[in-house]
């Protein structure tokens, strides 16, 4: 008689590490922060899981070999959207001492970034993901929109509400070709933007008035790729599936082999 064929362990799906904003009920957390919340929100969760990926939320931490040390465990690293970056991370003075700033989220995302392009773990970045993904890898930013004359608004009126403008993809990028291969409107709530790109990214979208709407990694032998607006909050668009699909793939692709003796 002979022994029943033994089927293969069903593919594990890609781990992905969704970094954590902080939180709390009023800002004078910033007095205690133990009294703050790592959190992400279910949309950034949904986004991965809708697609295929095991989701994990990356809490905030001080100790920074604790939060590389969690990448070990990752297939790819996404970068939640969230409050401003600290300019003083690219060499500026807060001209908008009003705006909301975590130094702590600060150094845990960026220490991870690094890390991230050390280990070559693939890198998605959303909206303040894109920002602090440039000044971590040497760019710089404009802190509000004021500042550079001709900008249109990125930002609507009311206070969470999006703003809808076209996006226009860079002829031979890989988000032009794998992504979004023609002008396509995106939902926008930001006031900062990148002002000098990093050296190892290159834009590979616009708006009209000619933001970075989009980055990419200079070449394709790492896969790094942040866009400006927000993909979670339009989880049925063709634009979010593409983009998400090439994430996933990518973390498939650096997938680390299962534990040994496993089946």
């Known amino acids: 008689m002979n022994a029943p064929t033994k089927r293969p362990a069903p593919e594990p799906p890609p781990r992905i590490g969704i970094s954590a904003a902080l939180w709390a009920e009023r800002e004078e957390w910033t007095a205690d922060h133990r009294k703050a919340y790592s959190r992400a929100k279910q949309e950034y969760v949904r986004l991965v899981e809708d697609r295929g990926g095991a989701p ?102 009311r206070a969470g509400e999006y703003l809808y403008h076209p996006v226009i993809p860079v002829q031979g990028t890989l988000f032009r070709d794998r992504i979004m291969p023609k002008e396509t409107v995106v939902n926008s709530r930001h006031h900062q933007h990148v002002k000098d790109l990093a050296g190892s990214l290159r834009a590979s979208a616009h708006a009209p008035d000619g933001i970075v709407e989009a980055a990419e990694w200079t070449d394709d032998s790492r896969y790094v790729m942040a866009v400006q607006w927000h993909p979670e909050s339009e989880p049925d668009s063709p634009l979010t599936d593409a983009l998400l699909d090439d994430f996933l793939r990518a973390a498939k692709n650096r997938r680390l082999p299962a534990d040994p003796g496993s089946d």
């Open 56 to 157: 994990l939320v990356l809490p905030i931490v001080e100790r920074l070999p604790l939060a590389l040390a969690m990448l070990a465990v990752l297939d790819g690293l996404l970068l939640s959207g969230g409050d401003d970056v600290d300019p003083s991370h690219y060499g500026e003075p807060d001209r908008f001492p009003d705006s909301i700033i975590h130094p702590t989220r600060d150094r845990f995302e960026i220490a991870l970034i690094r890390e991230a392009m050390r280990i070559d773990l693939p890198v998605f970045g959303i909206c303040r993901g894109l920002q602090v993904l440039n000044v971590a890898l040497g760019g710089t930013l404009h802190q509000d929109g004021s500042l550079r004359p001709e900008t249109l608004p990125h930002k609507a009126a």
